[in-house]
């Protein structure tokens, strides 16, 4: 185990509690924003609200509830590839837990924040990281393939802009190569628990695809609370919502997201509907999904301190003998892979 492993683990032994009764504040100062937020922006809302057809939230969160299930089946997935000895239901519930984090400026709150949970079940932290950015390139590759796929659809579009995305998709599905998939895992001394086929990744990338439609499907149907628009542009949505999150995808790796992923939006719907209307359809799919977020990750962390509290952490003297045998199980499959290759 690393000395930093064991700073780490004599640090949360000693300030348990505190940890504990800071991360509770967190939850509160997480919802403090959001409230604020609906706050600051309460005269565009309250323009628009009065006469909104609030029957569309009804269809709104059945959607976000299947787009949610997707992404947690997507990560659930990707991550038993690296580790199958952890059921697909703790999966779940440490990416409900980790998700809210994505709120946060910077990518070290999202990845750090399921790096430690996973560090706790003795899964080394290459592994959390490496399916975190298996996930990423998935998003990208999805977000890049349907953004090309539909914004043409939608309006008139110099074919010439399409060629960046169409590079995203090529160098992202040349990466997930089964092959060289193992490959990259292997230089990083943590080979894959087990070989990824290639229907494995055609089945990350279908769920993603899936989740990005729905997501487009959401917003649509945000529009509709304020305005009927028809059916024969939904397929332009499903492009602009693909394009906003590829734009998000852009800043992923910065210490802000610079909110590129709304403008993004906002721009895009621009096009079918009034700017101020535009925004506020971009600022409240932010405050809802926000909202749903805080609600159902705070549920899930308390469910997931009931599977392994954070006030029970083990101390840098006792030796973590699952991640010890998960630190020899990965140089055995390393030098089985030298072997035979």
Known sequence: MSSFSEKIKTFYARHSRVIKVLLYIAWAVL??????TVWKSRQQLLLYLVNANYSQFIIITIIYLIALFLAVLNWSVIMHAFDSAISLWMHAKIYLVSMVSRRLPGTIWYVGGRMLLYKHLGVPSINTASASGIEFIISFIADALLAAI???????????????????VILGLYILQPTNLGKIMVRLKHPLAQPVRTGQVFGW?????????????????????????GFDLLLFVLGARALSGAAGMLTYLLPSSMGASDITLLAMLSSIVPTPLATVIALLVRIYTTLFELIIGFIFFIILNKSFPFSILKSAKEEDPEEKLNEEYSEERLQEYQIHS
């Open 150 to 168: 539909f914004i043409p659809l939608g309006i008139n579009l110099s074919k010439t802009l399409l060629i960046p995305l169409g590079i995203v």
């Open 205 to 229: 990338l279908f769920l993603r695809i899936a989740l990005v439609l729905t997501g487009g499907l959401m917003i649509f149907f945000t529009i509709r609370i304020f305005t009927p628009i």
């Open 31 to 36: 919802f403090a924003f959001l409230a604020y």
